[in-house]
């Protein structure tokens, strides 16, 4: 097979590593992550599996509006299309988008989107949704679910505000919770992997489901 689980005795229970070590998934090969995401690299590899970065190069431009559905038909766009051309592989796709007061919130597309964005979340809850999709092509099979965590900014006054403008244009918000030198992130009810970009409960579920069927 060209993925599945590895033999009970390297160290697997319940599709989760107890003793992680090199040798632990010597079955799972050619999983694709199709995100050039340093952060969702960065998680991915908690799961402890070889996987190659190959970003997908997709229109995201949709007309969907619910959160849920567009993260979910985004990341199975970009799953896909990396997919196509590597048809063996196992492959990774992730959207995340923000939502403040029933609006969808994306990258910043410059310095001045960013500091609209900032100053909509500043001070108030909004919430952050990731999709995540597996794509095995060959096998003609997909398998693929959402996370959602409640996140709340701190009220920052505008020359504090200023400072953090256009500093992320790459994030969905404007905003990164992983970086310890930016204070707007007050608390996250949910998954913190799910606000930097890749929940990594929802990947390990999705993991094992598509290891199971890949028996």
Known sequence: ?????????????????????????????????????????????????????????????????????????????????????????????????????GRIIGKPADRAASAAMLAALNGRWHRVYTGVALVHRARRRSWSDAAVSRVKARRLAGAQLARFVGRHLDKAGGYAVQDRRDPFIERIEGERDNVIGLPMETVRRLFRRACADGR
């Open 1 to 101: 097979r060209p993925w599945g689980p590895p033999p009970k005795h390297s160290g697997w229970r319940n599709g989760g590593i107890i003793n992680p070590r090199p040798a632990a998934s010597p079955r799972i090969r050619g999983l694709v992550l199709a995100s050039a995401s340093p952060q969702r690299r960065r998680l991915l590899r908690e799961l402890r599996v070889p996987f190659r970065i190959i970003p997908a190069r997709v229109n995201e431009a949709s007309r969907v509006r619910d959160p849920r559905r567009l993260v979910l038909l985004l990341a199975l766009r970009k799953a896909r299309a990396v997919a196509r051309r590597h048809p063996q592989s196992l492959v990774l796709g992730a959207d995340t988008v923000v939502v403040s007061g």
